[in-house]
C-alpha cells in the first residue's frame, strides 16, 4: 500500500505515519496545497497512491478543495469511482455539512479525531487495503 498522509498537525501527522508505516510506504504533506502536487505527481509517475488521509482544517488549501481537485485530476486521466484512490477523511470536524461535503466529494471514509488506531485498521481492511490479519 502507498499512502499519502495530509494533516497539518505535527501530532496527528506522526500518529497516522505511525499507523501506517508497518503496511506500507507513507509520505507526508502539510497542507492541501502540496497535497494535490503530490498526488498529481504521484499519478504522473505511474505510482499512484493507494490510500489519501486528509484533513479537513489545513492552512493554503482546505481538506474538501483538495478532495475535489485530487478527484478532478483522476478523472481528466479516465480513473473514475473505485479505480481511483481510498480517500479516509481523518478530522475533528463532525459537523453534518463537512460529512456530507466529504462524501459528495468522493471521499470512502470519514473518521473523527481523536484518532484510533482500530477504527482506521478496521476501515482499511473494509476498504480492501489490508490484509484480515493485519493489525
Do not use: W
Amino acid at each position: 500500500m502507498k499512502a499519502l498522509i495530509v494533516e497539518d498537525d505535527f501530532t496527528s501527522r506522526l500518529l497516522l505515519q505511525r499507523i501506517l508505516s508497518p503496511h506500507g510506504e507513507v509520505h507526508l504533506a502539510v497542507d492541501g496545497e502540496e497535497a494535490v502536487t503530490a498526488f498529481k505527481s504521484a499519478l504522473e509517475g505511474g505510482q499512484p497512491y493507494d490510500l489519501v488521509c486528509l484533513d479537513i482544517m489545513m492552512p493554503k488549501k482546505d481538506g474538501q478543495a483538495a478532495l475535489r481537485e485530487m478527484r478532478e485530476i483522476e478523472a481528466q486521466r479516465g480513473i473514475l469511482g473505485l479505480d481511483g484512490a481510498k480517500v479516509i477523511m481523518v478530522t475533528a470536524l463532525s459537523d453534518s455539512k463537512n460529512i456530507i461535503e466529504s462524501f459528495a466529494s468522493q471521499c470512502e471514509s470519514f473518521i473523527v479525531k481523536p484518532l484510533d488506531r482500530s477504527k482506521l485498521l478496521k476501515e482499511l481492511r473494509s476498504l480492501k487495503l489490508l490484509g484480515e490479519k493485519a493489525s
